[in-house]
Protein backbone atom coordinates (compact mmCIF):
# COMPACT_ATOMS: atom_id res chain seq x y z
CA UNK A 1 0.00 0.00 0.00
CA UNK A 2 0.88 3.22 -0.99
CA UNK A 3 0.69 6.62 1.33
CA UNK A 4 1.68 10.30 -0.07
CA UNK A 5 1.60 12.08 3.25
CA UNK A 6 1.69 16.54 3.13
CA UNK A 7 2.72 18.84 5.77
CA UNK A 8 3.62 22.81 5.59
CA UNK A 9 0.08 24.41 4.88
CA UNK A 10 -0.94 27.24 7.27
CA UNK A 11 -1.99 30.87 7.69
CA UNK A 12 0.17 33.53 5.89
CA UNK A 13 0.26 36.95 5.19
CA UNK A 14 0.65 38.26 2.00
CA UNK A 15 4.32 38.80 0.89
CA UNK A 16 4.88 35.91 3.02
CA UNK A 17 6.59 32.02 2.22
CA UNK A 18 5.57 28.88 3.02
CA UNK A 19 7.44 25.42 2.06
CA UNK A 20 5.67 22.10 1.76
CA UNK A 21 6.67 18.81 1.68
CA UNK A 22 5.17 15.59 0.58
CA UNK A 23 6.13 12.33 1.40
CA UNK A 24 5.59 9.15 -0.38
CA UNK A 25 5.79 5.85 1.73
CA UNK A 26 5.08 2.13 1.38
CA UNK A 27 5.63 -0.45 -0.81
CA UNK A 28 7.52 1.54 -3.38
CA UNK A 29 9.70 -0.02 -6.50
CA UNK A 30 10.21 3.49 -7.97
CA UNK A 31 8.81 7.00 -8.46
CA UNK A 32 8.45 8.73 -11.48
CA UNK A 33 7.23 12.08 -12.16
CA UNK A 34 5.70 14.23 -9.01
CA UNK A 35 3.78 17.41 -8.89
CA UNK A 36 1.60 19.89 -6.74
CA UNK A 37 -1.72 20.60 -7.80
CA UNK A 38 -4.23 23.44 -5.83
CA UNK A 39 -8.21 24.03 -5.88
CA UNK A 40 -9.30 26.79 -4.49
CA UNK A 41 -13.13 27.07 -3.53
CA UNK A 42 -15.40 27.00 -6.32
CA UNK A 43 -12.51 26.25 -8.18
CA UNK A 44 -11.27 23.71 -10.73
CA UNK A 45 -7.79 21.57 -9.35
CA UNK A 46 -4.77 23.00 -11.38
CA UNK A 47 -1.49 21.96 -12.13
CA UNK A 48 1.00 24.49 -9.97
CA UNK A 49 4.49 23.16 -10.67
CA UNK A 50 5.84 19.50 -12.00
CA UNK A 51 8.93 17.57 -11.61
CA UNK A 52 10.37 14.77 -13.28
CA UNK A 53 12.98 12.17 -11.74
CA UNK A 54 15.62 13.55 -13.49
CA UNK A 55 14.86 17.11 -12.06
CA UNK A 56 13.66 18.75 -15.42
CA UNK A 57 10.33 21.18 -13.85
CA UNK A 58 7.88 22.95 -15.43
CA UNK A 59 5.58 26.00 -13.59
CA UNK A 60 1.75 27.17 -14.17
CA UNK A 61 1.96 30.81 -15.30
CA UNK A 62 0.69 32.60 -12.45
CA UNK A 63 3.44 30.71 -10.00
CA UNK A 64 6.37 31.15 -12.30
CA UNK A 65 9.43 32.89 -10.36
CA UNK A 66 7.35 32.90 -6.98
CA UNK A 67 7.42 29.37 -6.51
CA UNK A 68 9.87 26.46 -6.62
CA UNK A 69 9.40 22.80 -7.04
CA UNK A 70 12.23 20.53 -5.71
CA UNK A 71 12.36 16.48 -5.10
CA UNK A 72 14.65 14.13 -3.27
CA UNK A 73 14.52 10.82 -4.65
CA UNK A 74 15.93 9.01 -2.20
CA UNK A 75 13.30 10.14 0.46
CA UNK A 76 11.00 9.74 -2.54
CA UNK A 77 9.90 13.34 -1.05
CA UNK A 78 8.64 16.50 -3.11
CA UNK A 79 8.55 19.84 -1.71
CA UNK A 80 7.49 23.50 -3.08
CA UNK A 81 8.70 26.71 -1.75
CA UNK A 82 5.80 29.36 -1.57
CA UNK A 83 7.68 32.61 -1.91
CA UNK A 84 5.86 36.06 -2.72
CA UNK A 85 2.56 34.64 -1.91
CA UNK A 86 -1.02 36.00 -2.69
CA UNK A 87 -4.79 36.03 -1.24
CA UNK A 88 -5.12 34.41 -5.11
CA UNK A 89 -2.67 31.41 -3.82
CA UNK A 90 -5.28 30.68 -1.40
CA UNK A 91 -6.35 26.95 -1.81
CA UNK A 92 -5.78 22.94 -0.51
CA UNK A 93 -2.64 21.94 -2.24
CA UNK A 94 -2.48 18.37 -3.01
CA UNK A 95 0.63 15.88 -4.33
CA UNK A 96 0.39 13.67 -7.06
CA UNK A 97 2.86 11.17 -7.96
CA UNK A 98 3.22 8.01 -10.21
CA UNK A 99 4.48 5.37 -8.75
CA UNK A 100 4.95 1.62 -9.30
CA UNK A 101 4.09 -0.46 -6.40
CA UNK A 102 4.90 -3.82 -5.58
CA UNK A 103 2.92 -6.65 -7.17
CA UNK A 104 0.88 -3.42 -9.30
CA UNK A 105 1.88 -1.33 -12.44
CA UNK A 106 2.18 2.51 -12.33
CA UNK A 107 -0.29 4.35 -11.16
CA UNK A 108 -1.18 7.95 -9.72
CA UNK A 109 -1.24 8.60 -6.11
CA UNK A 110 -2.41 11.63 -4.30
CA UNK A 111 -2.08 13.26 -0.92
CA UNK A 112 -4.88 14.21 1.22
CA UNK A 113 -4.32 17.86 0.79
CA UNK A 114 -2.46 20.92 2.98
CA UNK A 115 -4.59 24.01 3.24
CA UNK A 116 -2.94 27.30 2.74
CA UNK A 117 -4.22 30.60 3.17
CA UNK A 118 -2.75 34.25 2.51
CA UNK A 119 -4.26 36.58 4.02
CA UNK A 120 -4.46 40.49 2.03
Known amino acids: QVQLVESGGGLVQAGGSLRLSCAASGSIQSVSAMAWYRQAPGKRRELVAGITFGGSTNYADSVKGRFTISRDNAENTVYLQLSSLKPDDTAVYYC??????????????WGQGTRVTVSS
Open 96 to 109: QAEILADGSSWSDY
